[in-house]
């Protein structure tokens, strides 16, 4: 049984920098995909970065390609998304997510496979 809880949200200006971190119990992440998805006011929870935790497979949203990365810690248990280069469309609460067993790579989007979530960190973008 695994628990997720984000952290690192915050407020920043346009151009700024973040980043999130998602904390594991449980189970390890070894073996696992592990996610970040977004909500923003009024929308759908979309993608934004997902990667094995064990190999160098990732994934990202084309809206943040380039700007955002994610990263393991497995000594931790845990998994960051560095995000660079904020636009105020980043704006919206952040997800952190991960898959009990490997998906394969055109499922990772998906967010209805993954088993776990967090409670999701805000991260607001100001122009």
């Known amino acids: 049984q695994v628990q997720l809880v984000e952290s690192g949200g915050g407020v920043v200006q346009t151009g700024g920098s973040l980043r999130l971190s998602c904390s594991a119990s449980?189970?390890?992440?070894?073996?696992?995909?592990v996610a970040w998805f977004r909500q923003a006011p009024g929308k759908e929870r979309e993608f934004v970065a997902a990667?094995?935790?064990?190999?160098?497979?990732?994934r990202y949203a084309d809206a943040v390609r380039n700007r955002f990365f994610i990263s393991r810690d497995s000594a931790k248990y845990e998994f960051s998304l560095q995000m660079n280069n904020l636009k105020p469309e980043d704006t919206a609460v952040y997800y952190c997510?991960?898959?009990?067993?490997?998906?394969?790579?055109?499922?990772?989007?998906?967010?209805?496979?993954?088993?776990?979530w967090g409670q999701g960190t805000q991260v607001t973008v100001s122009s």
């Open positions: 997510a991960a898959r009990s067993r490997n998906i394969i790579f055109g499922s990772w989007p998906d967010d209805a496979v993954y088993d776990q």
């Open positions: 449980g189970r390890p992440f070894s073996g696992e995909v």
């Open positions: 990667r094995r935790w064990n190999g160098g497979s990732t």
